[in-house]
């Protein structure tokens, strides 16, 4: 990434380049203790909780993007493409499930309202899993038959504390 940043400034184009350092989901579950790539997080690849599906999201895009700044914003993988189209004056098919969060990115307030965000995995391997995000809160069903479960992320990023059964509503 720094040799990437190297020649895009000295080549100029430093000001007309977005450089998006993201990942597609959490680390693996290989030497947890040596590497602690989640953090405090719950989970790693192929879960449901934080540390499977939230990654870092790092842009740079001087005079474009702030220098250190941070967004609320909550969006998932499938939001890019339509912000890249957005960028490129694009247009989008209507059909995608993603919203463009180019005002996230530029520091404006985000454009992208709350809505349902949705994960499965293992619907072809025998241990489907699912979770759903609104805002703050979260369910995971972490298994086949398995009771869901319910989290504040706002207050619980971790996943520690169980709400589901004080919440059934």
């Given at each position: 990434?720094?040799?990437?940043?190297?020649?895009?400034?000295?080549?100029?184009?430093q000001e007309d380049t977005?450089?998006?350092?993201?990942?597609?989901?959490?680390?693996?579950?290989?030497?947890?203790?040596?590497?602690?790539?989640?953090?405090?997080?719950?989970?790693?690849?192929?879960?449901?909780?934080?540390?499977?599906?939230?990654?870092?999201?790092?842009?740079?895009?001087?005079?474009?993007?702030?220098?250190?700044?941070?967004?609320?914003?909550?969006?998932?993988?499938?939001?890019?493409?339509?912000?890249?189209?957005?960028?490129?004056?694009?247009?989008?098919?209507?059909?995608?499930?993603?919203?463009?969060?180019?005002?996230?990115?530029?520091?404006?307030?985000?454009?992208?309202?709350?809505?349902?965000?949705?994960?499965?995995?293992?619907?072809?391997?025998?241990?489907?899993?699912?979770?759903?995000?609104?805002?703050?809160?979260?369910?995971?069903?972490?298994?086949?038959g398995a009771a869901v479960?319910l989290y504040d992320l706002?207050?619980?990023?971790?996943?520690?504390?169980?709400?589901?059964?004080?919440?059934?509503?």
């Amino acid at each position: 990434v720094g040799r990437i940043r190297t020649l895009v400034r000295e080549l100029g184009l430093q000001e007309d380049t977005l450089i998006v350092f993201t990942s597609d989901n959490g680390p693996l579950e290989q030497a947890p203790e040596l590497f602690d790539s989640n953090g405090s997080l719950r989970g790693y690849k192929r879960d449901m909780y934080e540390g499977g599906i939230r990654v870092p999201f790092v842009v740079c895009w001087p005079g474009r993007v702030p220098a250190g700044s941070t967004s609320p914003a909550v969006f998932a993988f499938w939001d890019l493409l339509p912000t890249f189209a957005e960028l490129a004056g694009a247009s989008v098919p209507h059909a995608l499930d993603g919203r463009s969060v180019l005002d996230a990115l530029l520091g404006r307030k985000p454009s992208v309202e709350e809505r349902l965000l949705y994960w499965d995995y293992g619907h072809t391997r025998g241990n489907f899993m699912q979770a759903v995000r609104l805002g703050d809160w979260k369910v995971v069903r972490p298994g086949p038959g398995a009771a869901v479960e319910l989290y504040d992320l706002a207050n619980d990023p971790v996943e520690s504390n169980n709400l589901a059964e004080a919440n059934p509503e």
